[in-house]
T-cell receptor, first 108, second 115 residues
Framework: DTGVSQDPRHKITKRGQNVTFRCDPI?????LYWYRQTLGQGPEFLTY????????KSRLLSDRFSAERPKGSFSTLEIQRTEQGDSAMYLC??????FGEGSRLTVL | AQKITQTQPGMFVQEKEAVTLDCTYD???????LFWYKQPSSGEMIFLIY??????QNATEGRYSLNFQKARKSANLVISASQLGDSAMYFC????????????FGQGTILTVHP
């Protein structure tokens, strides 16, 4: 069991650039969740996959955000035209007990 | 819809003493689960303990126990024999029976353990 891994752990970008985060879940888990956590707050749900199907999306996920999980394995979260308000920790989980270490985004 | 309220922004405890972190919840689901997580400064969300809404006994995991009072809608975390390594942010969360397992988190409590 290698756990949930996320890449990159830290990303600094300029406003307007696109960024992509990757999540590799625990291999036998077919669920995958993305959460966003801003400083001093609890994580907020963004989206959920069951295998390759994206079954739920939060209203927080604006049209600049897109998530995919091809073949039901790893997942990517892309943010287009980043804004300073996108600065946050993006957490991936493959169960309610298995979270990754997160990808911290800073938009300058 | 689910809601978690953690009213203690910060808590302090002496090493080796016990501490209680408060959590109240609101849900319209009959079946739900309550979770506690520890988040050190590194950022990883570490699962600590789980309580199901139909569990008759309070959950325990090592030094962690959950004081579950269903009628009062509270699920307080008790950490016994605090250690310096327990210093971290602690989050309470709920997952409803119809929510595909997605979690709704509270705002967290920062715990500082003093030597």
């Amino acid at each position: 069991d290698t756990g949930v891994s996320q890449d990159p752990r830290h990303k600094i970008t300029k406003r307007g650039q696109n960024v992509t985060f990757r999540c590799d879940p625990i291999s036998e888990h077919n669920r995958l969740y993305w959460y966003r956590q801003t400083l001093g707050q609890g994580p907020e749900f963004l989206t959920y996959f069951q295998n390759e199907a994206q079954l739920e999306k939060s209203r927080l996920l604006s049209d600049r955000f897109s998530a995919e999980r091809p073949k039901g394995s790893f997942s990517t979260l892309e943010i287009q035209r980043t804004e300073q308000g996108d600065s946050a920790m993006y957490l991936c989980a493959s169960s309610r007990r298995s979270f990754g270490e997160g990808s911290r985004l800073t938009v300058l | 819809a689910q809601k978690i309220t953690q009213t203690q922004p910060g808590m302090f405890v002496q090493e080796k003493e016990a501490v209680t972190l408060d959590c109240t919840y609101d849900t319209s689901d009959q079946s739900y689960g309550l979770f506690w997580y520890k988040q050190p400064s590194s950022g990883e969300m570490i699962f600590l303990i789980y309580q199901g809404s139909y569990d008759e006994q309070n959950a325990t995991e090592g030094r962690y126990s959950l004081n579950f009072q269903k009628a009062r809608k509270s699920a307080n975390l008790v950490i016994s024999a605090s250690q310096l390594g327990d210093s971290a942010m602690y989050f309470c969360a709920i997952a409803g029976g119809t929510s595909y397992g997605k979690l709704t988190f509270g705002q967290g409590t920062i715990l500082t353990v003093h030597p």
